[in-house]
């Protein structure tokens, strides 16, 4: 019925590259984005301040950017410190900025930001009186985060993580551009050499939509897992 | 604040991850693809063309085991000098802009450059008055896109690329009136092309040597002088054995 | 000082890669993703208005195809729109002879025409949304003073969706510079196109990619102080009244 001549197992293949890549990134950019949620609630002046200089900055320029400056100058800073060590010890390492892991470290910082801004808006969220209930019962701060806050505050933040989430599946469209074989590249190439672009990009675009519905789903089911005990959504 | 900290020590170990000490006795050759003959891929992903041969021929003459290391031309300096391979055969010309970068083995090919445009154009010599107005496309970062920013920047519409590839579909898209391009690429990818017809306008173009250098050559990092001169040694041995005129008659007809 | 004025001067007299030549590179690459950007919004916005009235529409007919239309839009990177409008259209049988392709031939408009689509999509959900969330009450009190729906849709439901519809578009503005940065792929000449030109001709990856980063950061305040402006004195006059 469709005709990928030759280009459908490589395909395949770029499809994987691109949901592991952006499962990889997801992860990253949760970390993140909890490490700068919580250096801005923490009220230490510093990591307030370093917090929203990194959600500025990231926020403020443009992906491929970030994602060029990453790839191409992180592989010369790298090569700067290896050389040394070189020269200084005559240990012969090269560290290999690939474009896979240079894509998964800049899709996870961006998206740490915006993730940042979800985790600090959903955790103010999470009822102060429960917070407070909670030390009364004598539990420790930590204890309070990971019974209390944490899992109330997943419920508010999920709308926003699966918002972002979203975006990020089609950010990894990007990494094509500094040469990773993922989805989009090996479709650019096949329709270049097929001369035929609809019947690729069109495939392509399909399996963007097909996994962004599943993903819809899933953060469907989530939601109404960590609503359990709300009569309803908000 | 803390966690900032082991938050960056745990990215730089996803970035280790990928880190490792150098295998000996493998030598790894960048190469940007398509670059048609030069290299370039068969539809089921196999390298191969005159860069790729030869290169084989010599690390077999070499007796080292090889391997290609693809890479994009926009990095391909770079990632010779962060150790992602050890030399570059990838149509590269050598000149003293590079040769601040990296060190060059003797030149194994030395090819002209040339405008190529389709058979319908009025044109037929390329000056300043002549194309001015048009669209000319050339590689982004080749000595063609120096010498054409540098020449008719000011008159024409210079479009650049990523790969030759994007570039031969624009010309035949009609969206450039001229490419400017290494002689045996717009011969094989333009003027062998099955879609439609394109000459080759006025002379080739080997001068002024700033841009055009002294023919193609591997580079390897300065340091490496060993292995370029292995290199320079297997280049000898083939072209006296023959087996360098076996392999450019495969992917050029002489004229 | 003087001393800091002299290394300066130092600096930029060592400076291989910062010549006129080159920030006339990034000069034009401003005014190309500067025009890009401009264009694509505005007609974006032109067009989302009636298709996020359409979307509210109770008609199948209407809906659920400008459903379909944003969500493919929406679904799928600006990358991947970008490559088919780029390449896809040169295969349209005759394009070539056709009074379009002047237009079509020169990157600009394949890029223009990729984004308006795309922005129009998205600001056709932030203003359906908007739309959706009218108080009931504002829409019953229009009909009680004997409104048709058209006006109050014309004086009712629109000018308070624009208010509460200004944040999320704010960001879209934002997004759409960002996203703009794509449009060297096809070979703009936009801010990026430059920094990859300086790249690959100097190797020198820092002053090529910070330098533009740098004005796209000091776009970006522009436009989320712009906006700013917007929300707290444009659109006072609609806030209701306390």
Known sequence: ?234 | MKKLLSLSLLSLAVAATSAQARDDDQIRIGVDVPYEPMEFRTPDGELTGFDIDLGNAMCAEMKVECEWVVQGWDGIIPGLMARKYDAIMSSMTINDKRREQVLFSEPYFTPPSAWFAPSSTELTEATEGSLDGMSIGVQRGTLQDNYVTDMYGNVADVNRYSTADDMVLDMEAERLDIVFLDYPVGQSTLLESDNRDYKVIGDMITEPKQYFGDGFGMAFRKRDKDLAEQFNQALETLRNNGTYDDIKARYFDES | ?242
Request: net charge positive; aromatic share 12%; with cysteine.
């Open chain 3, 1 to 242: 000082m003087q001393a800091l004025l002299d290394w300066l001067d130092g600096l930029l007299a060592n400076n291989s890669i910062f010549t006129l030549q080159t920030l006339s590179f990034y000069g034009e690459g401003l005014t190309t993703t500067v025009q890009l950007v401009f264009l694509s919004l505005i007609i974006g916005l032109i067009m989302a208005v009636p298709l996020a009235i359409g979307r509210s529409s109770r008609h199948g007919l209407i809906k659920w195809p400008i459903f379909a239309y944003t969500y493919v839009f929406r679904g799928t990177p600006l990358l991947v729109q970008l490559y088919l409008i780029y390449y896809g259209v040169v295969f349209v049988e005759g394009v070539q002879e056709s009074w379009l392709w002047p237009l079509i031939k020169d990157p600009f408009m394949p890029a223009l025409v990729a984004f308006t689509l795309n922005t129009a999509a998205y600001t056709t959900e932030i203003f359906r949304g908007a739309i959706k969330a009218t108080p009931k009450g504002e829409i019953e009190a229009a009909r009680a003073y004997g409104m048709s729906p058209t006006l109050a849709l014309r004086r009712i439901v629109l000018p308070s969706a624009f208010r509460r519809a200004l944040p999320a578009y704010g960001n879209e503005v934002i997004f759409m510079l960002h996203a703009s940065a794509i449009a060297s792929v096809v070979t703009l000449m936009d801010l990026t196109g430059a920094a990859r030109f300086v790249y690959a001709r100097f190797y020198a990856p820092f002053d090529a990619f910070l330098f533009v980063a740098a004005i796209y950061l000091c776009l970006t305040f522009a436009i989320l102080y712009f906006f700013r402006f917007l929300e707290k004195k444009l659109l006072a006059h609609l806030k209701p009244m306390t």
């Open chain 1, 1 to 234: 019925m469709l005709d990928l001549q030759g280009y459908g197992p490589r395909l395949l293949e770029g499809a994987g590259v691109t949901v592991s890549l952006a499962v990889l990134s997801l992860t990253l950019a949760v970390v993140l984005g909890l490490v700068t949620a919580t250096a801005k609630m923490s009220g230490n002046v510093v990591a307030h301040r370093l917090a929203t200089l990194y959600t500025t900055l990231i926020r403020g320029v443009p992906d491929l950017v970030l994602m060029m400056l990453l790839f191409f100058g992180g592989q010369i800073g790298v090569n700067a410190l290896t050389d040394w060590l070189y020269d200084a010890t005559g240990v012969d390492i090269f560290i290999n900025i690939n474009e896979f892991v240079a894509g998964v470290v800049t899709i996870g910082l961006i998206f740490g930001a915006y993730m940042g801004e979800t985790f600090r808006g959903a955790f103010m969220a999470v009822d102060h009186g429960q917070i407070e209930a909670g030390k009364a019962y004598g539990m420790s701060s930590r204890l309070v985060f990971w019974r209390i806050r944490f899992p109330q505050m997943m419920r508010h933040a999920l709308p926003g993580l699966s918002n972002n989430w979203m975006v990020l599946l089609k950010t990894t469209a990007l990494v094509s551009v500094i040469g990773l074989s993922d989805m989009v590249r090996i479709a650019a190439e096949a329709s270049k050499a097929t001369r035929e672009p609809f019947t690729f990009m069109m495939v392509v675009a399909i399996v963007y939509l097909l996994i962004a519905s599943v993903s819809e789903w899933i953060f469907a089911r989530l939601q109404k897992r960590y609503s359990i005990g709300y009569g309803e959504m908000d």
